[in-house]
């Protein structure tokens, strides 16, 4: 798909949250949510009859569904909340939407999904320019109804957003981190989302994908069409439709400047994150799926300090089995020897959730059956994934850590079943290490407040900060509506990654941090400055972290860090993080 002479339309900006870096330039796939190909088929007089009706049945079937619906929440939260689905309802019932999807089928003569689509499109489009907020939140009941009442024509399930065969801009209202996982590189360029934000998993799997990525630019997927000529800002988080040959140019000259950093960061891929002083910092890299391993290794990491196990079971029908589970973990721990890897068990629910497991959607589900919750429940999950990673540790350097660990009870529990699988394999004559390394992830508060109890029964800690931030504020990490409190230096998470470090150098264990703020090169110097011993980010930023550990001093840090623990204010907190990122490694802002 070349792009079209984008620059004889008037050139137009949109601004969202920046989540994955990277420039991509090409023309748009607009994804009409689920539903991401319409077929088109023309019809002939006769058949118009046979559309009618089958338009009649499916606008019967959404009805049926959307009370179905309605009852349900109900019944589960109360009548109040059931009756936003009101105005669903009322779009089924809208004459003026009905009556002119028959009058187009009759003149259009084509199929009655592809009228019903154009014609939903259109009414958007024309709600979301009045200047009135009622009619423009009735844009998203439309897009919802419409979404249904084409699932039902096509009487099948929802598409995934990745069969478009051109190299193309994705634009979708939200994607989940299953469709991403599926995403072929070479096809997105780089996508667009309505929500989303910079820790969803959807993002982290962009950023580990290389893929550039914009999310949070409301009501995008109306003001786009499929076609358009679009430059994807992943720095800055701006779309720019029909970019002006000045804005090309602009972007070109951005370009070479980062392939220039690129160039020169790649000439510290063998060499070791250490500060000016000589503070060593163990720098490894997150993993969601083996193929990733290539860009681990080329980045110049340490090895893996995050292996987030649960993209191997997305985007399938069952689990899957112990086998197939050890030939994953070997084949990684042999890839990436002489570094470690540490895999940590199935975190599934929250964001990320998976066919063929007994597993309910929930509401607040990041507060519910996820991670050891969900493994500690189920055995006949947990215990397979369990010996796979013990017989592999016996080829390779791996740590077992648990994700979602909130107190002492909760681990001892885990480690009870890992005590039962070693017994198994004991019988069975398995091979496998007896003295498998175990971790835990400190991401939920009560983890970081008991951190000196658990610190006794772990050999290695590792700081989710993107579960620690969103658990400690109470800010769910998806929600763009709020994405401005999620916080990474507030004083409360600073507090209790400060408690946590303390903890486990008073118990004589290394803390590491794996979440998004590990990779964020405005906040390695308080991370160094908060005593952390290892940082694990996506492959993609390594190198540019590791450029940051070697211009920073330790004592730097250490005073920046004593400094704003005392503040206690978070914008002067983000200020003084600039100031000092921006003095050491300017090339890499
Ligand atoms: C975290 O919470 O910081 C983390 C690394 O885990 P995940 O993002 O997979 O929840
Ligand atoms: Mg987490």
Not at 72 to 80: E, L
Not at 271 to 282: E, H, V
Request: glycine residues 6%; hydrophobic residues 40%; aromatic residues 6%.
């Amino acid at each position: 798909m070349s792009p079209e002479a984008g620059h004889l339309k008037p050139e137009k900006r949109f601004s969202g949250i920046p989540v994955s870096p990277g420039i991509a330039h090409g023309n748009v796939f607009v994804h009409w949510f689920e539903e991401d190909e319409i077929p088109i088929r023309n019809i002939t007089p006769e058949q118009v009859s046979e559309e009618v009706s089958r338009f009649e049945t499916a606008l019967i079937a959404t009805r049926a569904e959307l009370l179905d619906i309605q009852e349900r929440i109900a019944n589960a939260i109360g009548a109040k909340d059931a009756s936003i689905f009101d105005a669903h309802l009322l779009v089924i019932e809208d004459r003026t939407l009905i009556d002119e999807v028959l009058k187009a089928l009759d003149r259009d003569r084509y199929n009655v999904e592809y009228v019903f689509h154009r014609v939903a499109e259109r009414y958007c489009k024309s709600l979301s320019e009045i200047k009135d907020a009622y009619l423009r939140e009735r844009v998203v009941d439309i897009e919802d109804v419409a979404r249904r009442v084409i699932r039902n024509l096509l009487g099948k399930a929802p598409k995934t957003v990745n069969n478009l065969e051109r190299a193309h801009i994705l634009v979708s209202h939200d994607l989940s981190p299953s469709d991403t996982a599926l995403m072929s590189r070479e096809l997105v360029l780089g996508f667009c989302t309505e929500a989303g934000s910079r820790t969803s998993h959807t993002a982290i799997m962009a950023r580990s994908m290389d893929i550039p990525a914009v999310v949070g630019i409301h009501g995008v997927c109306s003001e786009l069409n499929t076609g358009d000529h679009v430059l994807l800002d992943g720095y800055n988080g701006v779309l720019i439709l029909n970019p002006s040959p000045e804005t090309l140019r602009e972007y070109g000259e951005i370009e070479s400047k980062k392939e220039e950093i690129e160039e020169n960061l790649e000439l510290l891929r063998d060499t070791l994150s250490t500060t000016r002083d000589g503070k060593r910092i163990i720098l490894s890299a997150n993993i969601e799926l083996p193929d990733e391993l290539n860009d681990v290794i080329a980045s110049g990491a340490e090895g893996i300090g995050l292996f987030r196990t649960e993209f191997l079971f997305l985007n399938r029908s069952t689990p899957p089995s112990e086998e197939e589970q050890y030939e994953n973990y070997r084949l990684v721990a042999e890839k990436v020897a002489p570094h470690g890897v540490i895999i940590r068990t199935l975190d599934i629910g929250g964001d990320k959730f998976i066919n063929g497991l007994d597993l309910v959607e929930e509401q607040n589900s990041f507060l519910g059956c996820r991670a050891i919750r969900f493994c500690l429940r189920h055995p006949e999950v947990f215990k397979p994934q369990l010996r796979a990673i013990l017989r592999a540790a016996k080829h390779g350097n791996i740590r077992l850590m648990y994700p979602m660990i909130s107190g002492v009870e909760e681990l001892l529990q885990a480690n009870a079943v890992l005590e039962e699988c070693k017994k198994e394999l004991r019988a069975e004559e398995k091979e496998f290490r007896e003295d498998l390394e175990v971790g835990i992830m400190i991401e939920i508060p009560s983890a970081a407040l008991c951190a000196r109890l658990l610190a006794k029964h772990v050999r290695f800690f590792s700081i989710g900060t993107n579960d620690l931030i969103q658990y400690s504020i109470a800010v769910n990490r998806l929600n763009d509506e709020i994405a401005h409190l999620y916080d990474p230096v507030h004083p409360a998470v600073l507090q209790l990654i400060q408690m946590t470090v303390e903890a486990a150098h008073a118990e004589k264990i290394w803390v590491g941090v794996c979440g998004e703020m590990a990779g964020d090169i405005l906040y390695t110097p308080l991370l160094i400055g908060l005593g952390v011993d290892e940082l694990s980010a996506g492959a993609s930023v390594v190198p540019h972290v590791k450029k940051a550990v070697q211009s920073l001093d330790a004592k730097v840090c250490k005073e920046l860090t004593e400094e704003v623990m005392l503040s206690g204010d978070s914008s002067k907190t983000t200020a003084r993080c600039e100031e000092v990122s921006r003095a050491h490694y300017p090339d890499l802002f």
